[in-house]
């Protein structure tokens, strides 16, 4: 259960953001009066300390929000993921405490997309060892195995956001695209959805990978799928470090039957900026490697900091779980009537359990009611035409399925568990 969140007092909110996550966050919190904390980064140690007293944490891809630090962080109610992937939290233990988890999927989406064909570009010409050659006093012009990419074939492997906007931006150089995804796609431009990643490995110049990291994904390029490319291909991976077999790809390029690749994303990354830090592409022919920077530019950060944090507040604010990617969603857009009171209660998905809530919310009338439930969580927003909350919140908190219950009253805002009444007078 978490503890109470008194947006009579809004200093007294404490927001941790790690990571250097973008000021644009920060202001908008500083703007609803929060008490904003930064931090770079935190030992695990440190982190478990730290989050004690957290109501809601913003964290990237280096913070990790495992078993651990989630059972110490008593008051946190919500997550901010100020990146794509939410991997660094683990979701299910989040939802189990009520603690809704937010991220900005597509809000790099150009970023990543732009740097891709840069890379491509640079790949076909072999630019990438040219200028470690100059950087070593070796002046080396040559044409020899450089092309140019009107005309080849662009494969992309997961047509989201970014594969569907990589396609349009390689059309408008010539690239001809076809593109593979577990679900059929509207296809955009001239592209053409294939029936099998086999297809895209046979006919692609240069293969482009855009997937989540899940079980399906695992090591989808092992080093059988790599030597079904085209010998001369090129291979990119600004997805996740766990698609590739980054062993078996060294082995491909050094042999030659590759031409090149750039990965931007690795089986082991460090936690932060290192001078010692190794893989085995190092030394590659044509291998450009980039430290996970593929959504990193400021106009991508502006987005996601704005986005996450607004997100994060309408959850305090109104209790909307939009976008929510642990929760049921549930989208709230108008604020609280004078008189009125909103129920927001986190448990389990149990038969019987809505019969139980509406018997207990039942002494007051109800203005409105939404449910929306996943396999194991329900989350049940209800405006009550009453400000007489006290004996409701006892009763909710009392049920052995409540998960966690949070009141919402006009005017102040959110008001949690073991709230006096007089606080909010």
Same mark, same amino acid.
């Given at each position: ?95 189990? /405490? &009520?603690?809704?988890?937010? +991220? ?7 970023? @990543?997309?732009? *740097?891709?064909? #840069? $890379? ?110 085209? /010998? &001369?291909?090129?291979?990119? +991976? ?7 077999? @980054?062993?078996? *790809?060294?082995? #491909? $390029? ?172």
């Amino acid at each position: 259960m978490t503890e109470a969140l008194n947006r009579i007092n809004p200093s007294s909110i404490n927001i941790l953001l790690m990571e250097k996550i973008s000021q644009d966050a920060v202001k908008t919190f500083e703007r609803q009066g929060y008490t904003v904390k930064q931090a770079v980064k935190y030992t695990e140690d440190e982190l478990v300390e730290a989050i004690k007293d957290v109501h809601v944490i913003g964290v990237r891809s280096k913070t990790k929000l495992n078993t651990r630090v989630l059972e110490a962080a008593k008051k946190l109610i919500a997550v901010g993921c100020f990146c794509i992937g939410t991997d660094q939290t683990n979701l299910e233990l989040a939802a189990s /405490k &009520g603690i809704a988890v937010f +991220n900005a999927p597509y809000a790099n989406t150009r970023s @990543v997309s732009e *740097l891709v064909i #840069a $890379l491509i570009i640079m790949l076909a010409r072999q630019a990438g060892d040219r200028n470690m050659e100059m950087h070593n006093k070796t002046w080396n012009k040559t044409s020899k195995n450089c092309y140019e990419v009107r005309g080849k074939t662009l494969g992309v492997v997961g047509y989201g956001h970014v594969g569907s906007q990589l396609s349009i931006l390689a059309e408008a150089l010539g690239l001809k695209v076809i593109f593979y995804d577990i679900e059929p796609k509207l296809c955009l431009g001239n592209a053409t959805q294939v029936d099998s990643l086999d297809e895209i490995l046979a006919r692609s110049d240069f293969v482009s990978l855009h997937v989540p990291a899940d079980e399906g994904t695992k090591n989808i390029m092992s080093g059988e799928r790599i030597m079904q490319m085209k /010998k &001369g291909a090129y291979l990119i +991976n600004y997805a996740r470090g766990s698609v590739v077999d @980054v062993e078996a *790809l060294a082995k #491909a $390029l050094k042999s030659g039957h590759l031409a090149g690749a750039a990965v931007d994303v690795f089986p082991k990354e460090p936690s932060g900026h290192t001078t010692d830090w190794a893989v085995c592409l190092q030394g590659c022919p044509n291998t450009i490697l980039t430290p996970h920077i593929g959504g990193s530019t400021e106009e991508a950060q502006s987005t996601i900091g704005g986005e996450v944090a607004n997100k994060v507040i309408n959850f305090i604010n109104k209790g909307s779980t939009c976008s929510a990617v642990n929760v049921p969603e549930i989208t709230i857009t108008k604020d609280l009537p004078s008189g009125h009171t909103r129920i927001l209660s986190f448990h389990d998905n149990t038969p019987g359990v809505l019969r139980d809530i509406n018997k207990i919310v039942s002494i007051a009338n109800i203005a409105s009611q939404r449910l929306e439930t996943s396999e194991k969580i329900g989350y049940l927003v209800v405006d009550l035409e009453s400000d007489a909350t006290k004996a409701i919140k006892d009763e909710l908190e009392a049920m052995s399925s409540n998960i966690s219950c949070r009141i919402l009253y006009p005017g102040h805002g959110y008001q949690g568990p073991e709230i006096n009444p007089a606080d909010d007078e």
